[in-house]
């Protein structure tokens, strides 16, 4: 299994699924701005989107889409229970959580990296998606996370996008306490220390 992936993007949700799984995988760095793999090769070649991430399950079989990545990986290993049984109430949450993060935090965050985009349109998309961080707050109360006690891979992606957040476009969480705890209790798992120190997010030790 390969996953391509680029520092600190939003391939760090899958890549915290996969130690977080358990499976053996391989790390490829991908160039975004480039479109070049590490060694040269054309990233267009493997992913006409030129997006990361992206997972090659086996040979010839690419995924492409981050909440599909993440059930495709956490599906493999049941026991582990990173997702709900198929069909359950509860399989219905997360793919709600799951869409949620991707339409109304990805790519409301997504837009505010980009040099060309104007400060008045970089604030509304701001705006928007602090609305969203706000209801997360109301949601989460007291429990654990998303999915209540149970870590799960909707998890690994709202993190991914904390931190896009409060790291790296300066959004103040002072008023959003039980989002700032979460962010804490995620980052202080084992494996998503590792994803962070492999991506070269974290010195290590």
């Known amino acids: 299994m390969k996953l391509y992936y680029s520092p600190g993007a939003c391939s760090l949700s899958p890549h915290i699924a996969l130690l977080e799984a358990g499976l053996p995988y391989d790390l490829v760095k991908v160039d975004l701005r ?11 070649k493997v992913n006409p989107k030129g997006q990361v991430p992206a997972v090659e399950f086996a040979p010839g ?7 599909v990545i993440v059930q495709m990986i956490a599906d493999k290993v049941a026991d582990k229970n990173l997702v709900p049984a198929h069909g359950s109430a509860e399989r219905y949450k997360l793919l709600e959580w799951l869409n949620y993060i991707t ?11 980009a040099p060309v985009l104007a400060d008045d349109a970089k604030a509304f998309f701001k705006d928007r998606a602090m609305g969203k961080f706000k209801y997360l707050e109301t949601q989460l109360g007291d429990r654990d996370y998303l999915m209540g006690k149970q870590f799960s891979v909707a998890d690994g992606y709202l993190f991914t996008m904390i931190m896009w957040a409060t790291d790296r476009l300066g959004f103040d969480f002072s008023g959003l306490p039980n989002l700032l705890a979460y962010k804490a209790r995620v980052a202080a798992r084992p ?12 010195k290590a030790a």
């Open 34 to 44: 480039a479109k070049k793999l590490e060694n040269g090769d054309d990233f267009l």
């Open 61 to 67: 079989h690419l995924v492409t889409e981050g909440p």
């Open 103 to 113: 339409t109304e935090l990805h790519k409301n965050l997504g837009p505010q990296f």
């Open 191 to 202: 494996k998503v220390q590792e994803a962070l120190k492999k991506e070269g997010l974290l």
